[in-house]
């Protein structure tokens, strides 16, 4: 019997969910080469390659897309329980707000975490749009809120800083002929305002098909072929195709994921979920505790 080293696990999560090896060691707090040195050992042990990489982009293949889920669980179960004989007795309520475009499949995990490890915190998520989880954090509504901003805030730990990147169908045909045809989010959403800045900077005509406050009404627009819209490279839903620069579009820049908390300091039970949000996005607390603002 071969055991797998959860370090293996992590940077192949890590990797998938970046589709970025530098994102990953910076995630992970480790060098590049280490990254590439534990995928390569964990597809020696597998026998089986589980990213198709080119110099531009890093994409599982199907049995890195069959490992994930798995992978992500026996993760979670080895950080539950890891967490659960160190923590004691921590109780309390826990108001956490996630962004719309964050939420899913993460929430799910964390929550079967929190319910499995901490019986004694009564986590309640507020899913919204950053802008308006940001505006919740100020009236002291929410704890913790994991957002997407052009900009890192205070007393925020970086989570990410991925790429915005343009995303169609897979069977989405490009007519330049026509203004691109664009579902966003509603005003005072970061990606919206990036997409829009970098339209009319090189001159694009494009339309709003829909603006919407709901991800899954934009991600149906998208799924049906006739809408693009804009995502965070790494959280683009499997499905869905990353529109490359040859088709016309402008560059988008990076965006920041945060974990962002309220001013007057975190309770322990609110410490304890911001523990876990980070083990559970592969973030190394060394690491994050540099991009404090």
Known sequence: MIDIDMRLLRSFVSVATERNFSRAAERLGCSQATVSLRIKSLEDILGRRLFNRSYHLVELSAAGKELLPHAQIILDHHDALFDKMRSGRVAGSVSLGIAEDYGEPFLSRLMRVIDSSFP?????????????????????????????????RDRSTLLSRPKLVWVSSGDYVVDRKKPWPMAFYSEGC???????????????????????????AIKSAVSSGTAITVMAEGIVPYGFSVLQKEVGLPELPESCIQLVEREDGLSKAAQQVKVSIMKLLGVSADHSAAHWV
């Open 120 to 152: 004694g915190i009564e986590l309640n998520v507020t899913c919204a749009m950053s802008v308006r989880l940001q505006k919740l954090l100020e009236s002291r509504k929410l704890d913790l809120a994991i957002v997407t901003l052009p900009n890192q």
């Open 190 to 216: 970061a990606f919206r305002a990036a997409a829009e800045a970098a339209l009319k900077r090189e001159g694009h005509a494009y339309r709003e098909v829909l603006t919407t406050g709901s991800g899954e």
